[in-house]
C-alpha cells in the first residue's frame, strides 16, 4: 500500500493505492465517514465491471443505493447533473451521507461537484478506476460539467475526503484509454520526477509505486496553489502544442500530451534553454508504451498556439524542460515569435 497525505489545511486527505483495495473499500472509509448510507455513482460501463465488487466490500458496513450514467464526456453536462441531483433526493439524500464516485475522471468531476452544490456540499470519496483519473485528476479538487460548448466551466474547487485507488482496475481499461492517462503520466515524470522516468525505462506494470511517484508531482504544485492561480501552470508541458494538434487530427488528450512534449522539447532545444540529452530518452519511453511519436514540425503551428484564446495580451508561456524531471516557464511575446520563430 502507498499513502499520500495532501495537505490542505482543513481540506486535507488521504489517496490510498493497493491492488484490489476494491474488495475492501469499507475498511477505509470507515476512518472518515461514520454514517449508515452511501451513494455510489458511476457510469454503465465501470458499472458492468465493477460494481458488484464495490457493493460486496461495503455491504457488511453500509447501507448502498446507486446511480448509473452513460459512460464518456457526454455524461458532463447539466441535463446529467440534474438527473444525477433527481435521483439522489428521490432516494431521500441527506445532509451528512456520502457520495463515492466510482469511475474514470468523467464520474469524478461529475461526482465532485454534485457533491458540491447539493445542500450547499455534502462530503464524496473518489474511486478512480480509468489510468488518467489515478494519476491526475484524483488531486487538485477540480470538479465540474461541460456548459455552453465550453469544457469544465460549471464546476467548483472540493477535496474529496479520501481518494482509493485500485491499480488492478487498470486491467480492463482499453488501449487508447490507457494511452490517454500514459502520455499524462509520462509528462509528470519529464517535469518533475526524474526517477519516475527511470523506473518507467524498464517498462513495468503501472503499479501502486508508479501511480504514487507520478501523483506526488501533481500534489507538489496543487498544495502551493491550491485555486489553480498560475503555478499550476506547468502541468500543461506538451499542452501548447498538444491542443493544436489533437483535434485536428483525432487522437486522446494524452495522446497528443505525447507528440507535444516531443514538439516543445524541440522548441526548448533550439531556444538553447531544454538539454539535448531529453529527447531521446522521453522518445523512447513513449515509443515502449506505444504512444503516437508522430513528427510535427513545431514552426508550423505556432500560429495556431498565437490563437489560442488562452494566450492573452499577445504573451505566450511556453513550459519547457531544462533537463529530464525539471522544467522553467518561458513567456515569449507574439512579436518575438512572429519576427523570429516563424
Ligand atoms: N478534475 C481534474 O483535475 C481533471 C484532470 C484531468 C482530466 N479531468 C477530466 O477527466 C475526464 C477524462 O477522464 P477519463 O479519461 O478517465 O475519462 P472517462 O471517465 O470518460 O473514462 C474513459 C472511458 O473508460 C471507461 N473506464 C473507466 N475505468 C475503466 C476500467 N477500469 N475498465 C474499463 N473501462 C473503464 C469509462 O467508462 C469511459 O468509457 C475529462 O472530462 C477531463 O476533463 C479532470
Ligand atoms: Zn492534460
Known amino acids: 500500500m502507498k499513502t ?133 485528476s484524483s488531486i487538485g479538487g477540480k470538479t465540474g460539467i461541460d456548459f455552453y460548448g465550453r469544457k469544465n466551466i460549471l464546476g467548483a474547487f472540493k477535496q474529496p475526503k479520501m481518494v482509493l485507488i485500485d491499480p488492478l482496475t487498470l486491467n480492463t481499461l482499453p488501449k487508447r484509454e490507457f494511452n490517454n492517462g500514459m502520455g499524462e503520466l509520462i509528462k509528470h515524470g519529464a517535469i518533475g520526477n526524474k526517477k519516475l522516468l527511470d523506473l518507467l525505462f524498464d517498462k513495468p506494470r503501472i503499479d501502486e509505486n508508479i501511480i504514487a511517484e507520478s501523483l506526488k508531482v501533481k500534489r507538489k504544485v496543487v498544495e502551493i496553489d491550491p485555486f489553480d492561480q498560475g503555478l499550476r501552470m506547468t502541468l500543461n508541458f506538451g499542452h501548447t502544442f498538444g491542443h493544436a494538434i489533437e483535434l485536428k487530427y483525432g487522437y486522446k488528450h494524452g495522446e497528443a500530451v505525447a507528440i507535444g512534449m516531443l514538439m516543445a522539447i524541440k522548441m526548448g532545444e533550439d531556444l538553447g534553454v531544454t538539454s539535448k540529452e531529453c529527447y531521446e530518452p522521453i522518445l523512447k519511453i513513449l515509443k515502449l508504451y506505444e504512444l503516437p511519436v508522430d513528427n510535427y514540425d513545431y514552426h508550423d503551428y505556432l500560429l495556431d498556439v498565437l490563437n489560442d484564446k488562452k494566450n492573452l495580451a499577445g504573451v505566450v508561456n511556453f513550459i519547457f524542460l531544462t533537463k529530464l524531471g525539471e522544467c522553467t516557464i518561458t513567456k515569449i511575446s507574439e512579436k518575438e515569435i512572429k519576427e523570429n520563430l516563424l
Open 4 to 136: 499520500l497525505d495532501i495537505n490542505l489545511g482543513i481540506d486535507s486527505y488521504k489517496i490510498l493505492i493497493e491492488d484490489d483495495i476494491l474488495s475492501r473499500l469499507s475498511f477505509y472509509i470507515k476512518e472518515v465517514y461514520k454514517n449508515k448510507k452511501v451513494y455510489i455513482i458511476t457510469d454503465d460501463t465501470v458499472k458492468d465491471l465493477y460494481l458488484d465488487k464495490v457493493i460486496n466490500s461495503l455491504k457488511d458496513d453500509y447501507q448502498i443505493d446507486y446511480v448509473v450514467v452513460p459512460h464518456g464526456e457526454q455524461s458532463k453536462s447539466i441535463e446529467m447533473f440534474i438527473h444525477v441531483c433527481e435521483e439522489l433526493l428521490e432516494k431521500n439524500i441527506r445532509r451528512n451521507e456520502l457520495l463515492i464516485g466510482l469511475g474514470g475522471g468523467v464520474i469524478g468531476d461529475l461526482t465532485g461537484f454534485v457533491a458540491s452544490s447539493l445542500y450547499r456540499g455534502i462530503p464524496y470519496v473518489n474511486v478512480p478506476t480509468s489510468l488518467l483519473s489515478q494519476m491526475d
